[in-house]
């Protein structure tokens, strides 16, 4: 090493040291406390607050809030032990970058260091010092990593945090309250912290890119808690299927950020059906960096994407701990590469449920294809070939909106970003966009494998309905064979039933014998025979007769119409006041004496039009009275109905109800004679036109 890296720093130096690094108090952070102190803290602000415009607050369940309430009963349910456990499902790195070197460690070094998990961690003056020592005596703690100079002079500070996806519904419901509120520095606006909680319980790919306004809360009664940092914040948001056996005995509760669309697994195994259920998540990476100086327009900084410094967070929802488990190079840890990271990530986390998903179901479809092509008693195969077609037909939806939404990114939010990035900023980028595409990669292939085996699961089906039509067309045969079996052995018995039926009556003579018996029962076996054998001939030659009369018949009314139509122009040179659009002035048209019309109007109207009006009219829904009073009964003393009982209308009733039989004969009776007088009137008018034609 050169002797310049030899020689020890100035006092002047340190202070300029200790200057640059950032003086910072989080909102959470200000004393030592337990997870479940912090927790109550952050549920006590979000219950305290207190909005100038609150019209809504009661009637609209706000994403928040629901997340708050999935907290609380967490808390209700789990003790000390298991929040002690809680922080092993997230990880957490801290990374420094003073004067060009980045130093990198975990936030927990040793057991029950709380704090320095879930907030900024204030570098020691040694550790200050340490920062501008040359590459070689470059020490962070305890377990510091080596530093690169990468060339940015501006201090920074930042954490990149993980919290892990295949835990159960109130573990993440905490975890992400919990890591998103300890970003919060003192007394600052947490409406940036709502609005990505609320883009990430949507469900929905979504990328927010920073505009020109931050995202603030709304006007609050006590102000003091809306300080404005110099702040800026982006987010991605993709959704993704799942299998979550241990939200699956929670569906009915409330799992607040998944959506569980129906159970994969439909065997039983010990009388117990299997849990493992398809889920709808999202996944979502959080950049945020600030410089802890209160901003007065409250713009965003988005010169801090340009130049990183002050403090930076990379939060990442729903990832696989395993993809970040590998140590990565001191150069990539820049916030835009981590960013970058974390949407890679989110494409390696589709494809890695995607493919447990499409294992299961190519396993549940391989072990139905057997040897036979038939279904069982249980309908196994349809049900398997069904829920495999429904399922890869799910699974290609967040597919195609994932990766339209990936190349939208890619061609143009990411495009700026690796535009605008520091120079310190490109190794990252660079190997991220590179791991990226390979992602892409691997999930349109993955796409393709769950198109064919759904195209299989679809030709199978196909298969066992055709061979299942086929079986059933056999069948069918059979029981026309069958049939006709049955009407030879017809032919054959009624003969013989009918014989015996009529030898075994006592009005028949001494003479009939037992031999004669044989000699009826061969007259009617031939005589059914011939009727089987000549009944299609008969009704051959028998229908063309009734198809005639039924046209003739036809004629005889276009007839009567015609000549109804012509006799109706006369009527109206006649007399032009009657109403020509009303067909039943044509019915009325005279063809006799005036007294003579109206006397059989008047006759038809007494003894066939009234008895109709009065059972239509009067019987009929006198028979439904008891219903009318069934539905009545539930009304009574209602407040705006105004139904009461009295003892009269009761006495009243009983009568009602003591008729009903009474008039249900005289329905009868009307209904029989209005049938047979129709029919009279009508046979009566048929063979008078007859005659006339």
């Given at each position: 090493m050169t002797g310049t890296n030899s020689q020890p720093q100035s006092p002047q130096h340190d202070e300029k040291a200790e200057q640059d690094l950032l003086d910072f108090e989080t909102h959470y952070g200000v004393s030592s406390k337990r997870v479940r102190d912090i927790l109550l803290e952050i549920l006590l602000d979000m219950s305290t607050y207190k909005n100038v415009h609150n019209w809504d607050a009661k009637l609209v369940a706000s994403p928040l809030k629901m997340l708050a309430t999935a907290v609380q009963g967490y808390l209700a349910a789990s003790n000390l032990e298991m929040f002690n456990n809680l922080l092993a499902d997230s990880m957490v790195d801290e990374i420094l970058t003073v004067g060009g070197v980045i130093h990198r460690k975990p936030a927990i070094q040793r057991e029950g260091e709380i704090d320095s998990h879930l907030f900024f961690t204030k570098p020691s003056t040694n550790e200050k010092r340490d920062a501008h020592r040359p590459l070689e005596n470059t020490d962070f703690g305890s377990s510091t990593s080596r530093g690169r100079v990468i060339g940015s002079e501006k201090p920074s500070q930042g954490r990149i945090v993980y919290i892990a996806e295949h835990i159960s519904h109130g573990e993440r419901a905490v975890l992400l309250l919990l890591h998103t509120f300890c970003i919060r520095l003192?007394?600052?606006?947490?409406?940036?912290?709502?609005?990505?909680?609320?883009?990430?319980?949507?469900?929905q790919c979504f990328m927010k890119v920073?505009?020109?306004?931050?995202?603030?809360?709304?006007?609050?009664i006590d102000s003091s808690r809306q300080r404005c940092y110099k702040r800026v914040s982006l987010s991605f948001h993709i959704t993704y299927l799942t299998l979550n056996p241990r939200d699956a005995g929670a569906a009915g509760k409330n799992v607040i950020d998944r959506t569980m669309l129906f159970p994969l697994h439909h065997d039983k195994v010990g009388n117990k059906s299997s849990d493992h259920s398809l889920f709808k998540a999202s996944f979502s990476v959080l950049l945020t960096l600030v410089i802890p100086e209160e901003s007065r327009s409250r713009e965003e900084e988005i010169k801090l994407l340009r130049l990183p410094q002050g403090l930076w967070t990379i939060l990442v929802v729903n990832c696989p701990l395993r993809f970040v488990s590998d140590q990565e190079p001191e150069q990539h840890l820049t916030p835009i590469a981590q960013f970058l990271r974390g949407v890679t990530s989110s494409l390696h986390t589709q494809t890695t449920n995607a493919e447990s998903i499409y294992e299961i179901l190519r396993e549940q479809l391989k072990s139905c294809e057997g040897g036979s092509l038939f279904d069982d008693e249980h309908f196994t195969k349809s049900t398997v070939y069904h829920w495999t077609i429904k399922a890869c037909d799910e699974l290609k939806e967040p597919f195609d909106s994932s990766l339209r939404f990936v190349k939208k990114f890619s061609s143009s939010q990411l495009l700026e970003l690796r535009r605008?990035?520091?120079?310190?900023?490109?190794?990252?980028?660079?190997?991220?966009?590179?791991?990226?595409?390979d992602e892409i990669f691997v999930l349109e292939d993955l796409r393709a494998q769950v198109c064919a085996l759904s195209t299989q699961a679809q030709e199978s089906r196909t298969a066992l309905h055709g061979v299942t039509g086929v079986l059933e067309a056999r069948v069918a045969l059979q029981q026309g064979d069958r049939l006709k079996m049955l009407a030879y052995?017809?032919?054959?018995?009624?003969p013989l039933t009918a014989t015996s039926s009529l030898y075994s009556m006592?009005?028949?003579?001494?003479?009939?014998?037992?031999?004669?018996?044989?000699?009826?029962?061969?007259?009617?076996?031939?005589?059914t025979i011939c009727m089987d054998i000549y009944l299609p001939t008969l009704l051959s030659r028998i229908r063309p007769p009734l198809l005639d009369l039924t046209a003739k018949l036809f004629r005889l009314t276009k007839d009567s119409a015609r000549s109804i139509t012509s006799s109706y122009k006369n009527v109206h040179a006649l007399k032009p006041s009657i109403n020509l659009a009303d067909p039943a002035w044509v019915k009325r048209l005279p063809e006799k004496p005036l007294m003579l019309h109206w006397i059989s109007e008047w006759a038809w109207w007494i003894f066939r039009d009234g008895p109709t009006i009065v059972v239509r009219e009067l019987l009929i829904p006198e028979l439904f009275f008891p219903c009318d009073q069934y539905?009545?009964?539930?009304?009574?003393?209602?407040?705006?109905?105004?139904?009461?009982?009295?003892?009269l209308a009761f006495i009243r009733d009983i009568f009602r109800l003591a008729l009903l039989p009474i008039w249900v004969v005289v329905i009868i009776l009307l209904v029989c004679w209005v049938a047979v007088l129709t029919g009279l009137t009508w046979t009566f008018k048929y063979v008078w036109r007859l005659r006339r034609c």
């Open positions: 003192q007394n600052e606006d947490y409406g940036y912290i709502r609005a990505f909680i609320e883009r990430h319980l949507s469900l920073p505009y020109h306004w931050q995202q603030t809360s709304p006007p609050e605008d990035a520091h120079p310190q900023e490109k190794l990252g980028v660079n190997l991220w966009m590179r791991q990226m595409e052995l017809a032919t054959l018995y009624l006592s009005v028949l003579p001494k003479s009939a014998s037992f031999p004669s018996f044989f000699v009826v029962f061969t007259i009617f076996l031939l005589s539905r009545m009964y539930p009304y009574i003393g209602h407040t705006y109905l105004k139904i009461q009982w009295h003892a």
